[in-house]
């Protein structure tokens, strides 16, 4: 079973940064970061392969922008924002998945955070 919790969300202005953190328990093949704003559907932001740090994709939306990491020793993975804007609000959720898939495709991933809350205001 894999276990995450997510902290670092909060409120800034645009422009500003934020880190997110999920602690990772169990074993994952891969993991990443979706997130979900108000009446529209969730969208998967950064994906990395847990055993292969150089392997990761982005939305186009953010690209330039946001950084995923991750530190296997402490199983901790990351998401550096920078430069946010206001389409950038809303829940956000670290997810993995232990079987062979890194979909974008939110409904793959077995796994979830309990989410948390990004605001940017303009």
């Known amino acids: 079973q894999v276990r995450l919790v997510e902290s670092g969300g909060g409120s800034v202005q645009a422009g500003g940064s934020l880190r997110l953190s999920c602690a990772t328990s169990?074993?994952?093949?891969?993991r990443g970061w979706f997130r979900q704003a108000p009446g529209k559907e969730r969208e998967a932001v950064a994906r990395i392969f847990s055993n292969s740090g150089n392997t990761y994709y982005y939305v186009d939306s953010v690209k330039g922008r946001f950084t995923i990491s991750q530190d296997n020793a402490k199983s901790t993975l990351y998401l550096q924002m920078n430069s946010l804007k206001p389409e950038d609000a809303g829940m956000y959720y670290c997810?993995?998945?232990?079987?062979?898939?890194?979909?974008?495709?939110?409904?793959?991933?077995?796994?979830w955070g309990q989410g948390t809350q990004v605001t940017v205001s303009s």
């Open positions: 997810a993995a998945n232990s079987r062979a898939s890194c979909s974008s495709d939110p409904r793959v991933w077995p796994f």
């Open positions: 169990g074993y994952t093949y891969c």
